[in-house]
């Protein structure tokens, strides 16, 4: 199938690793030409550009969530070397697990703490969207691809701030799916998904235990590998995708 990529214009920000960094390499192969964000890993970015092609066809920018002067900066780079964004993919993330370097309890968090993780995880991606959607509508076609969690639907212990972050973009994609003219916004949500840094911390036996009892509540006997979720990013930010818009998919084996 002709997904209809062919020199698009493709941003996806936290793009060096995990699921960002599989989605940025199916939209390379599909023709595009794709900037990834990242926001330390200078180093890693750079091996991604040269994975995703070179300079000729790639590019890597600092971007950081909780700061619009670094966002804003990150998307003028792509404007002036693309000439313009078709697809959006806002994958960065903040992590913001637990109430605290030590995951203690939501209420031991100060106030001033978890209201910059939250804003983070939402307002750096909304700010991100309002910078692209213009053009989109005025070039009359665009994708915008959120990614979310299912611990917004279904929560978790000591989800608090992480959850509802994400469940903030759901209601911001419903307001997107109005933008028009060509333009469709969606949000993916993964459950686990076996990253490298879930690799990494898998070899604690605590948290293998984990991941093991979520596998026997996952109907499909697995978790979701990068590419199971980067292969739906792929076509909801495609041609393909003619009329899909404002939906929440849960990329998580049956949860």
Same mark, same amino acid.
Request: no cysteine.
């Given at each position: 199938m002709d997904l209809g990529l062919k020199d698009k214009r493709v941003v996806i920000t936290g793009g060096t690793r995990g699921i960002g960094r599989a989605a940025a390499r199916l939209f390379a192969q599909e023709g595009a030409r794709v900037a990834i964000t990242y926001n330390s890993s200078a180093?890693?970015?750079g091996k991604a550009v040269e994975e995703l092609g070179g300079p000729d066809r790639a590019m890597a920018v600092p971007y950081e969530l909780r700061d619009p002067a670094s966002i804003e900066a990150a998307l003028r780079a792509v404007?002036?070397?693309? !000439?313009?964004?078709?697809?959006?993919?806002?994958?960065a993330l903040w992590f913001t697990w637990g109430a605290s370097d030590e995951n203690g309890l939501f209420e031991d968090l100060p106030a001033d703490k978890w209201m910059t993780r939250f804003r983070a995880n939402t307002e750096g991606h909304m700010l991100t969207a309002q910078l692209v959607?213009?053009?989109m509508r005025e070039r009359g076609w665009g994708?915008?691809?959120?990614?979310s969690s299912i611990t917004a639907d279904y929560g978790m212990a000591g989800s608090e701030i992480y959850s509802s972050s994400k469940t903030a973009l759901h !209601?911001?994609?419903?307001?997107l799916m109005w933008s028009r003219n060509g333009v469709l916004a969606n949000v993916v949500a993964p459950g686990a998904t076996l990253t490298e840094h879930m690799a990494t911390i898998m070899k604690d036996p605590a948290t293998r235990e984990l991941v093991e009892k979520e596998i026997e509540k996952t109907p499909s006997g697995r978790l979701s590998n990068p590419d199971d979720v980067a292969r739906l990013i792929l076509f909801l930010g495609s041609e393909a995708n003619g009329n899909i818009n404002g939906e929440v998919i849960h990329t998580a084996g049956g949860r």
């Open positions: 180093d890693e970015a404007e002036e070397q693309f !000439g313009g964004v078709d697809v959006l993919v806002a994958n959607v213009k053009g994708r915008i691809v959120l990614l !209601g911001f994609a419903r307001g």
